[in-house]
T-cell receptor, first 114, second 115 residues
Framework: QQQVKQSPQSLIVQKGGISIINCAYENTAFDYFPWYQQFPGKGPALLIAIRPDVSEKKEGRFTISFNKSAKQFSLHIMDSQPGDSATYFCAARRLIQGAQKLVFGQGTRLTINP | DGGITQSPKYLFRKEGQNVTLSCEQNLNHDAMYWYRQDPGQGLRLIYYSQIVNDFQKGDIAEGYSVSREKKESFPLTVTSAQKNPTAFYLC??????????????FGQGTRLTVV
């Protein structure tokens, strides 16, 4: 059962534009929602994260918007740059006796055209 | 530098063979994890360990085995029982607990190919 659904699968944005990636979850036991950025051949790296009691979090050009009632959250990348071209994963965390179980979305391959 | 080291970066296995992927961390994290990544499917949890000499199955543990004899090390064995082992394998670690600084850090991955 896919517990976190991510869209779109791929996205092409012009340099300077806004990139928007959406995720939806089902399990209300999730307590933390990180976004990861992955470059080819590398491991994912944490980009930004949010708790469900916060509606928005901004770090530089990256913003997470969170809608708890709709069980949806999204990543906005402002002034998108070619260096932002990567695969982005949303995730949802559930704690099991202190260990983090992360459930990942399917990923979005983002391409920023110069 | 603190981090997670996975080796080898590339691994080729003949059908019917067991192979072991190495994961070492010097972040002093209690919890360690193994994920499998396939194109278009995100990352899926294979096994995780919260403490030395203890580990739990994740969502896709069949055909895999792990050990946790040291806090720093969490090797993954892909056995011959794993029917489709070709994938990118990622090891991660984290502190225990619910605070925001318990984020998971990932290694650079091992790409396993069955030949």
């Amino acid at each position: 059962q896919q517990q976190v659904k991510q869209s779109p699968q791929s996205l092409i944005v012009q340099k300077g534009g806004i990139s928007i990636i959406n995720c939806a979850y089902e399990n209300t036991a999730f307590d933390y929602f990180p976004w990861y950025q992955q470059f080819p051949g590398k491991g994912p790296a944490l980009l930004i994260a949010i708790r469900p009691d916060v509606s928005e979090k901004k770090e530089g050009r990256f913003t997470i918007s969170f809608n708890k009632s709709a069980k949806q959250f999204s990543l906005h990348i402002m002034d998108s740059q070619p260096g932002d071209s990567a695969t982005y994963f949303c995730a949802a965390r559930r704690l099991i006796q202190g260990a983090q179980k992360l459930v990942f979305g399917q990923g979005t391959r983002l391409t920023i055209n110069p | 530098d603190g981090g997670i080291t996975q080796s080898p970066k590339y691994l080729f296995r003949k059908e019917g063979q067991n192979v072991t992927l190495s994961c070492e961390q010097n972040l002093n994290h209690d919890a360690m994890y193994w994920y499998r990544q396939d194109p278009g499917q995100g990352l899926r949890l294979i096994y995780y360990s919260q403490i030395v000499n203890d580990f739990q199955k994740g969502d896709i543990a069949e055909g895999y085995s792990v050990s946790r004899e040291k806090k720093e090390s969490f090797p993954l064995t892909v056995t011959s029982a794993q029917k489709n082992p070709t994938a990118f394998y990622l090891c991660a670690s984290s502190k225990q607990g619910a605070s925001e600084n318990t984020e998971a850090f990932f290694g650079q991955g091992t790409r396993l190919t069955v030949v």
